[in-house]
């Protein structure tokens, strides 16, 4: 007999469980360079967001290397809709 799958993932029956993803095409297909640019809050979640934690200095030179963009000081994310209070 088959293991019954469980978890957060699944029904009772075994099923998985689909959600709501917020995003989900911005996560699915990611986003360019330019669109992460040109816009100022995805450009500060996506050059500083992954740096709050105090990651050294050659973490931060290898993302800037690898993801063609400058890793900055994360200072927060002061906006719940994008472009105001940035």
Known sequence: MPRKREGP??????????GRLMNRQGT???????????????????TSCPFQAGEPAWAKRLFSDVMGMEATQFSGLNAARPGVGL
Request: charged letters at 35%; proline letters at 0%; glycine letters at 6%.
């Open 9 to 18: 993932t699944h029904d009772a029956d075994g099923e998985w469980i689909t």
């Open 28 to 46: 699915i297909d990611g986003f360019t360079k330019a669109k992460i640019l040109a816009d100022l809050r995805r450009q500060k979640m996506f």
